[in-house]
């Protein structure tokens, strides 16, 4: 059965949960997606019950510090396991160009030499362009600009093996310029960062966010089937579930998620 671990569901600067990454695990392994700020990282994997041998295929949506620091430990873990003989496999890293070049520069400072010889060996980068699809897990994923407004950033569409188009929006609203990659999911994996009724406090449109209300239309109006909602501010994060699914049920009726961190959804 194919599954999403939630591994983390806060925004940059969350401190009672994880930053936004997850997990999606089938028979072929465990695709890992962005490692969250730090190496709390390390903790989820562990209390998710997901072991860093089963993940070959690791993508990064963006080099914001939220999404992409935690990666560094992801490289020492699994560089550390290779060396060891804990990890008989390849990690294949899928970023852009941009997201490569930072992670190197900064690996290239943290970690020991000795690890470091595996860069291009067993730890390999692809670069990412808009439209390009790969095969990572098992699933053919396509990659796709989200047109950010504040620093380029990618998300992916990919078809489940048990049917079922799934679709990662990323951590910014949907522009109609990316339609062709998010039409027609049955899942849809969109930030939102809090309540409309939050929105004069915490001003997401500033911080180019949605609210619950703008994602949970957007959904009705994509006639997406599963709607998961993260990436939220966390000063109500004992209450989200409860006060994000209200806001949300007022427009859309769908299958709907508000994810706790490490959460496990069957798709």
């Not at 591994?7 to 401190?15: D, E, N, Q, V």
């Not at 600009?145 to 950033?153: A, P």
């Not at 959904?219 to 989200?240: I, M, P």
Request: with cysteine; net charge negative.
């Amino acid at each position: 059965m194919e599954k999403l671990y939630v591994l983390g569901t806060g925004y940059a600067l969350a401190t009672r949960c994880y930053n936004t990454c997850f997990a999606i695990q089938n028979d072929c392994g465990t695709l890992l997606v962005d490692a969250g700020g730090g190496n709390g990282i390390l903790r989820q994997m562990e209390d998710a019950g997901l072991g860093f041998e089963t993940v070959r295929d690791f993508f990064i949506t963006h080099a914001h510090p939220d999404h992409l620091n935690g990666a560094v430990w992801v490289l020492r873990k699994v560089m550390t396991m290779m060396k060891d003989g804990r990890h008989d496999g390849t990690l294949n890293i899928y970023c852009h160009r941009s997201v490569r070049e930072g992670l190197e520069m900064i690996a290239s400072l943290m970690l020991q030499k000795k690890l470091l010889v595996l860069l291009g060996s067993r730890v390999i980068f692809h670069d990412i362009q808009d439209g390009m699809t790969a095969r990572l897990c098992g699933y053919d994923v396509t990659f796709f600009d989200i047109h950010s407004t504040k620093l380029l950033q990618f998300g992916f569409t990919t078809t489940l093996k048990g049917g079922g188009k799934l679709t990662c929006l990323g951590d910014e609203p949907y522009n109609p310029a990316c339609e062709k990659w998010v039409k027609d999911s049955d899942w849809m994996l969109c930030e939102a960062f809090c309540l409309l009724a939050h929105a004069e406090r915490f001003k997401p449109y500033e911080k180019h966010h949605s609210t619950v209300a703008d994602a949970a239309k957007l959904a009705a109006q994509l006639g997406v089937r599963h709607l998961v909602l993260w990436h939220t501010e966390d000063k109500h994060y004992a209450q989200r579930k409860s006060l994000y699914t209200a806001e949300a049920r007022e427009y859309y009726q769908g299958d709907l998620y508000v994810p706790d961190d490490l959460e496990v959804i069957a798709l």
